[in-house]
């Protein structure tokens, strides 16, 4: 039998933080321990292709991550699970589970531990890309289009909004720089909005290499990528 907690809490670290797509009562900074936000998930729809698969975000294992907790009224909490579980849950790469996040400081409210859905990267499913040199992710990022819209959108957007937080990641600013993604910032900001797409596409035209030839099978797919 489950447990339910008092209170409906739901913990983004991607683009729930700026498109969480539910009605929420109350959005606090939180911070969760054991976890650490990651370019770790293949993406061959929603920012890339079979083809040439994108990176997105997922909560991988270690370290920790700062992001934003969604307090959702109860009356909502059904409708809700239900909106992030045909969201999130689509494809099997990410697991739901609570966790225990560490509510900042707001207005009078004190600091405070609540228990909090977050969607969790699954490491043995095939989409699972770990973690990779920098080098490698900038590559696949600059080049991947998909149906919502370019990786190099997808990683400016996730900088624009953790540094409206405060937030600051070495590794992310890293990526930023070898994509040539703060430069595309520059141009957007400046009037020419279509100029990262226009990147991406004229990287995407770039011939790939021949992927190995590999066993069909869950983890051959990941082979296969790893030869894009």
């Known amino acids: 039998m489950s447990i339910e907690p008092a209170e409906t809490w739901i913990f983004g670290y991607g683009s729930l933080m700026w498109s969480p797509g539910f009605a929420h009562a109350e959005a606090r900074r939180a911070k969760l321990a054991g976890y650490h936000r990651a370019f770790c998930v293949y993406s061959i729809h929603y920012r890339g292709t079979e ?115 405060g937030i600051r990641e070495p590794r992310l600013e890293r990526l930023v720089a070898l994509t040539g993604a703060g430069r595309m910032q520059e141009a957007n900001a400046s009037g020419s909005a279509s100029r990262s797409v226009a990147l991406a596409r004229a990287w995407a035209a770039k011939p790939a290499r021949r992927p190995s030839t590999v066993r069909d099978n869950r983890f051959g797919y990941r082979a296969k990528l790893a030869g894009l």
């Not at 992030?84 to 990410?94: D, N, Q």
């Not at 699954?122 to 149906?147: D, F, K, N, W």
């Open 51 to 165: 083809r040439r698969p994108g990176l997105v975000l997922g909560l991988d294992r270690g370290g920790a991550c700062e992001g934003i907790a969604f307090r959702v009224a109860p009356e909502a909490r059904k409708a809700t699970l239900a909106y992030l579980r045909a969201r999130e849950l689509i494809y099997g790469v990410y697991r739901e589970a609570l966790v225990p996040v560490d509510l900042a400081h707001a207005n009078e409210d004190p600091p405070r531990t609540v228990w909090a859905t977050a969607y969790i990267a699954e490491r043995c499913h095939p989409a699972y890309a770990g973690c990779q040199p920098l080098a490698r992710e900038a590559h696949l990022i600059r080049r991947s289009i998909g149906r919502g819209g370019t990786n190099l959108d997808y990683l400016l957007s996730t900088r624009r909004h953790l540094l409206d937080l």
